[in-house]
Structure formats: structure tokens, C-alpha cells
């Protein structure tokens, strides 16, 4: 299959095949016109490096379970290797998910307070609030009256 199929039937792009395949994780021959063929078990093959990358692999953590993506890679027993990959992309997940969580604490913290400085707005006679029925009386606005 060309690679127009190819990405149509993985939900991938051209572009992110040629990328897999300048990674050496899946492979093509060329037409005599040299548009790129795949045979068909590519298909398997790219779903599960879509997998595996969805997961928070790296193309070169995807590199290390590459005797099992034309298979159920989850099926597949585990290497040490890819044991190890699995914990160091979990730890990296972590890391970033807990300092997105201290940014998440500390704008709430910053949004708390600085609410708590504002003062109330004023609602008075001759304040300017949008839909408070002043549209037309001398205004510029170009509201319909």
C-alpha cells in the first residue's frame, strides 16, 4: 500500500511515517515511479508505535520494543529494557504532572488573593455597565436603540 493509505488506515500523516521511517522503525520499498510501498503488516506496526508514543515514549524508547510492534506489544512478554523505559517515562510523567500541579496551586493562591483585595464594584447611578439600559442617551455607541 502507498503511503496515503498507509496513513489514512493508521490515523497518522505522511509526514510521521516518513519520520518513523528515517527512525528505522518501519520500512518501505520503492515503486518504480518511487512513491514508498508498504507491505500490509505495517499497518500493525504503526498503530502500536502510535500506542507506544501516546503512552509518553520516545521514538527511541519505542526503538527498544521494536521485536514486538508487527505483534500485540501488550501481550508480548516484557523485557528488562523496556521495563526500565516504562519506570523512567513514568517518573518523567510524574515530575511534570506534580510541578504542573505546584503552577496550578500557586495561581490559585495568587487568583485567591488577589480576589480578596478587590473592592466591590461600584452599581451606582451613571456607572457604565454593559446592559445596564444606558444605550442611546448620549452615548457613542453604535448599539442598535
Known amino acids: 500500500m502507498r503511503i496515503g493509505e498507509l ?6 500523516t505522511p509526514r510521521a511515517l516518513r519520520h518513523y521511517e528515517d527512525a528505522g522503525l518501519i520500512t518501505s520499498r520503492r515503486a518504480g515511479n518511487g512513491y514508498r510501498i508498504y507491505d500490509e503488516g505495517a499497518a500493525v506496526r504503526v498503530r502500536n508505535i502510535r500506542e507506544l508514543l501516546a503512552v509518553g515514549l ?8 521494536s521485536v514486538c510492534l508487527d505483534g ?5 512478554p516484557p523485557s528488562e529494557r523496556g521495563l526500565q523505559i516504562a519506570h523512567d517515562r ?10 504542573q500541579t505546584r503552577a496550578r ?10 480576589t480578596e483585595r478587590r ?3 461600584a452599581h451606582g447611578p451613571g ?11 448620549g452615548s457613542r455607541s453604535s448599539a442598535p436603540s
Not at 520516545?58 to 520494543?65: E, G, I, Q
Not at 500485540?72 to 508480548?76: F, L, N, T
Not at 456607572?127 to 442617551?137: E, H, L, Q, V
Open 127 to 137: 456607572s457604565s455597565i454593559p446592559g445596564s439600559g444606558t444605550w442611546g442617551r
Open 58 to 65: 520516545t521514538l527511541d524508547d519505542v526503538r527498544a520494543f
Open 90 to 99: 513514568l517518573a518523567v510523567l510524574d515530575a511534570r504532572i506534580a510541578a
Open 105 to 114: 496551586d500557586l495561581l490559585a493562591t495568587a487568583l485567591a488573593r488577589a
Open 119 to 121: 473592592p466591590a464594584p
Open 7 to 12: 496513513a489514512r488506515i493508521t490515523g497518522t
Open 72 to 76: 500485540d506489544v501488550a501481550a508480548s
